[in-house]
């Protein structure tokens, strides 16, 4: 609260000194100076430009502000420069001085004393603290939409309008998100159904495979087989050195002939049974790097929109 008023050649006054009250009344004839009180507190906090207001036949004038007789506010204005502030606090006996001003308050001044216009937009800027006599009540004799601009900023509303906006073209541009991502997600899946079945094909791979371990089983018999048949020719040729042997191991060469027919056949079997394998090894792989590229833009368009939490594929 302004508790004390001091004014050296402002206008009319050349020396004004008074004390007020939490609610004080200027009363008296036209002309005596009343609103250059009211001038005189405009100017000091809102630093007002020029030198009309400067006492004729002075160079300075000042203005001094007491806030609640523990904080003084000086504004001193030479004729033909900029204005200067002076500030002091009774609690730390600090005094600061703030020099080339320009047209604006310094910042640590409006902070300190709190004293600050309202922006209701660009182009308007009120201070409900300094009505004049002859200034048309504020706010009501605005339009019914600065009213409302100037109400909502007073309690606020305008931020809670900014931020509905704000939701609102959040909102938008995730559904936009989500429908692209809906429809990276559907071309995805159409071309997931063209592709062959998979599984069935990773079920048959694991049937060759284990086709090939059977296989191996007979490479092995049939290894035997063969090392039975150069068994058999090394017998054939010591029973050609003694034929009496030759009749007692005639039921064995028989044997060993048929283990070699059969040795042939699981050979042929064998062959067809690798280059069968070996068909569907590289089916396997090439669908796997498709699939794997696949699931990679799917779970690249799926992030973006961020609608991944209940997807199959992850």
């Not at 001094?64 to 904080?71: L, N």
């Not at 603290?129 to 305008?158: C, M, N, W």
């Not at 990276?184 to 495979?209: H, I, N, S, T």
């Not at 049939?222 to 050195?241: D, K, M, N, S």
């Amino acid at each position: 609260m302004i508790t004390n008023i001091s004014l050296r050649n402002f206008q009319s006054h050349e020396k004004l000194d008074l004390e007020l009250a939490p609610i004080t009344m200027f009363v008296g004839r036209g002309d005596a100076g009343k609103s250059a009180i009211k001038r005189a507190l405009t100017y000091a906090l809102q630093n007002r430009g020029g030198d009309g207001f400067i006492r004729l036949g002075k160079d300075v004038c000042r203005v001094g502000i007491t806030f609640d007789d523990t904080e003084f506010l000086l504004w001193e204005k030479k004729r033909g420069k900029g204005a200067t502030y002076l500030t002091s606090c009774v609690s730390n006996g600090e005094t600061v001085e703030y020099n080339k001003t320009g047209q604006t308050v310094p910042p640590e001044i409006v902070e300190q004393f709190r004293f600050r216009g309202i922006e209701i937009d660009k182009n308007t800027v009120i201070w409900p603290q300094l009505q004049g006599q002859h200034d048309r009540p504020y706010i009501i004799g605005e339009s019914g939409s600065k009213v409302a601009r100037i109400l909502g900023k007073f309690t606020k509303l305008d931020v809670l309008v900014q931020a509905q906006m704000l939701a609102r073209k959040d909102a938008e541009a995730c559904r936009k998100t989500a429908h692209v991502a809906e429809e990276q997600a559907a071309a995805a899946q159409r071309e997931l159904d063209q592709f062959p079945d998979v599984a069935a094909m990773k079920e048959a791979y694991d049937g060759l495979c284990r086709r090939s371990a059977e296989i191996d089983d007979q490479k092995r018999q049939l290894e035997g087989a063969e090392a039975a048949v150069q068994a058999h020719r090394q017998w054939q040729q010591a029973a050609r050195r003694n034929p009496a042997d030759l009749a007692a191991r005639a039921s064995d060469a028989r044997r060993l002939i048929d283990a070699v027919a059969q040795a042939e056949v699981v050979v042929g079997e064998y062959r067809r049974a690798v280059s069968s394998l070996a068909d569907a090894g590289v089916a396997l792989d090439s669908a796997g790097e498709k699939l794997d590229q696949l699931k990679t833009e799917y779970n690249t368009a799926c992030g973006e929109a961020g609608i991944c939490k209940d997807c199959p594929w992850r």
